[in-house]
């Protein structure tokens, strides 16, 4: 996992190179990054705990899965990937709902990213990854909106501003 190749793309969303997160942010390249929504026949979605093994953000409540687009995949690929590799899950149709730009401070540096939410529809099991995952659970929409209105911190930012855009597109 450490050597990764992650894609390195510019304003625009064009490729100008690959190689770890950590030179994206010193040469001040933006990144592709997935978000996938998971929702169940009861409308209930799906929410991970992030691992206290992860760097940014341990321990906090983030979308069902998610992560950084690799060289040579294209977002969707990525989406399928990450969602298998973190939740157990695959053979799911997974759709595009949006694609937006970020610039976030990152410590002494400007994290820039291109995100893609994806939702999909699912009702199996799930086996979270434990090195990434430490819990999940299924949350009705209006349970979810209060926990975020209540307690903000609970969350990744990066979840708060997703769930925020795809919550507008589903009303």
């Not at 030179?23 to 997935?34: D, F, M, S």
Request: proline letters at 2%; charged letters at 30%.
């Amino acid at each position: 996992m450490a050597n990764k190749q992650v894609v390195y793309v510019d304003e625009r969303d064009l490729v100008v190179g690959a190689g770890t997160i950590e030179k994206a942010l010193e040469k001040g390249y933006a990144v592709r990054i997935v978000r996938i929504f998971i929702t169940n026949h009861k409308r209930k979605i799906l929410l991970q705990q992030r691992s206290s093994n992860i760097k940014n953000y341990p321990l906090k409540w983030d979308q069902s899965a998610g992560g950084h687009v690799d060289e040579a995949e294209s977002y969707h690929q990525a989406a399928k990937r990450e969602l298998f590799e973190e939740m157990g899950i695959s053979n799911i149709d997974l759709q595009q709902v949006c694609k937006y730009f970020t610039v976030e401070p990152y410590k002494d540096y400007s994290r820039k990213r291109h995100n893609v939410i994806y939702i999909g529809n699912y009702d199996g099991e799930v086996k979270i990854d434990n090195h990434e995952v430490s819990d999940y659970k299924w949350l009705s929409f209006d349970r979810l909106n209060a926990w975020i209105n209540n307690s903000p911190d609970d969350f990744t930012n990066g979840f708060i501003d997703a769930y925020s855009r795809l919550y507008k597109l589903l009303k």
